[in-house]
């Protein structure tokens, strides 16, 4: 086996040269940085200019008397980044896409502005003639001008990135150590979306079977006994690690590689990154990757934040189910003979049955048999107020009592029946361990899958749901409750 990466240290330079081959999280904090950075020179530019004009100092003052608009476009604009998924990475490469998020962006921003200041002021439009009156610029205006400046700069910024940072000089090169599923699975992620930001030079694997093959179109380069000489050959930035079976040799070769600056990667944690969900089908002997070893809900501040959030959510909620009740019943009858609400028995917190509580989106005795049936995207058996009831998320509206209750919780895996849990957890490796919390309204599985209907969709299901047992806290529940009423607003739940 070569080991040429540690041998030949002379033939190296003495300093890592600049590269801007940077890894995801580099790149996220970059586009946060940089997002943040314009957020502040906008406003500041935009009070200063208007400071200018108006021959008044850009003190404290100033920007204590303007402290809500300031407010809304410093903390507003950062949010609709988030919930318009702009450090989504396979997003961020594309400028159609992004360019829209970003103009859509600031017409929300400018009618928040407008319905905050003008349509609640005292007098909006007096206000303003009275200052061109005078000749003195209306302090209205700095938003106005600091919301423009703002996207204008994010137009330049973000197409900046993509023009630098997705041009293939800085794509990292990645050599896959392991061609056979793992490999195959974590190479069609990457070609399929994060090509402006991965370059897989190719694979290496000592299996007969495996040499002198492509898999996805990327070569095999050979067996591990050339890997030192590949990754000296092919500057190589990351190895990824997609195999269960890894020698004590192989290992020291890795570590030559991790101290000349070469990143070593398990295949689970780089699946993970790019795709939001865990990879329980390759994670092998290393199962703990799949696992959220610290249990956040047992912590006390944790819990307690949460159950307080659920109640918060859940009396809201049933404010709305109140209001909307009626009209909603009405509806129910008129398209459909039947009940107004659905009651089923779900799986829940470590096992326990309860019942669940919606509107009726189906047809009455949609399972006339008796056998369970999977709920599909198109379900003929969904009615017409139905159809609409599941596009705005509003048949799960009777929930909020299940999680009054303490039966549910707002965030969280989405409860099962019965007997797909029996089925399931049979069939998909760590099924059981979304059940080690409280099932909830909304969860990461339904703003990035939606409805599950075979095993397969299942365990696309689990691998979101395992993600966010993982990295489970307070702001994350945030996040995805922001993004579950993007996606209402949008109307595109089924």
């Given amino acids: 086996m070569s080991r040429r990466v540690i041998l030949n240290p002379a033939s190296q330079s003495q300093e890592t040269p600049f590269h801007l081959r940077l890894e995801i999280s580099e790149r996220r904090l970059l586009l946060r940085a940089g ?60 400028v159609g896409p992004s360019l829209r998020r970003i103009v859509l962006g600031g017409l929300v921003t400018l009618l928040s502005y407008l319905l905050l200041f003008f349509i609640q002021s005292r007098a909006p439009v007096t206000g303003v003639l009275a200052a061109i009156e005078t000749g003195a610029p209306p302090l209205r205006f700095a938003p106005v001008l600091a919301i423009v400046a703002l996207v204008a700069l994010m137009i330049i910024w973000r197409l900046g990135y993509i ?164 009209f909603i019943a009405l509806a129910i009858r008129l398209d459909s003979p039947g009940p107004v609400f659905y009651r089923q028995q779900r799986v829940g917190w470590r096992g326990t049955l309860f019942t669940v509580l919606k509107f009726r989106s189906m047809i009455q005795d949609a399972e006339p048999d008796g056998e369970v049936q999977w709920a599909t995207k198109d379900d003929p058996r969904v009615t017409r107020v139905g159809f609409l009831l599941r596009r705005t998320r509003l048949d799960e509206l009777p929930q909020a009592l299940n999680v009054l209750r303490g039966e549910m919780s707002l965030v969280g895996p989405r409860p099962e029946r019965p007997e797909f849990v ?36 299942s365990l696309n299901k689990l691998q979101y749901d395992l993600y966010y047992l993982k990295y489970q806290s307070f702001w994350f529940d945030l996040l995805i409750l922001a993004r579950t009423v993007h996606v209402v607003l949008r109307m595109k739940g089924q």
Wanted: one cysteine or more; a neutral charge; charged letters at 15%.
């Fill in 35 to 94: 997002d943040l950075t314009l957020t502040a020179i906008a406003v500041l530019g935009a009070l200063w200019a208007w400071a200018r004009l108006a021959n008044r100092a850009l003190d404290i003052g100033l920007l204590q008397e303007q402290i809500v608009w300031v407010a809304l476009i410093g903390i507003g604009w950062p949010l609709w980044l988030m919930l318009a998924d702009m450090y989504n990475l396979r997003l961020v490469a594309r």
């Fill in 163 to 326: 023009r630098v940072l997705g041009a293939p000089h800085a794509r990292r090169r990645l050599l896959i150590l392991g061609a056979g599923q793992a490999g195959s699975t974590l190479s069609h992620v990457i070609l399929k979306g994060h090509s402006p930001y991965y370059e897989i030079v190719g694979f290496v694997d000592d299996a007969p079977a495996a040499r002198h093959v492509r898999v996805d179109s990327i070569p095999v380069l050979g067996g591990v006994d050339r890997l030192g000489d590949i990754i000296w050959e092919r500057r190589i930035d990351e190895i990824v690690i997609a195999s269960s079976e890894v020698s004590g040799e192989v290992l020291h070769l890795l570590m030559d590689c991790y101290e000349q600056g070469v990143a070593i990667t398990p295949m689970p944690l780089l699946y993970e990154r790019l795709t939001g969900k865990i990879a329980v089908e390759h994670v092998g002997s290393q199962w703990y990757v799949a696992l959220p070893l610290q249990s956040h809900p047992t912590r006390t501040a944790e819990a307690l934040l949460k159950r307080l959030l659920d109640v918060a959510g859940g009396c809201i909620l049933a404010l709305i189910l109140l209001i909307l009740l009626p």
């Fill in 422 to 457: 029996a089925q399931l957890q049979q069939v998909i490796p760590f099924y059981r361990v979304r059940l080690a919390i409280k099932p909830g309204l909304t969860g990461w599985a339904q703003i990035n899958h939606g409805y599950g209907s075979s095993v397969e969709a």
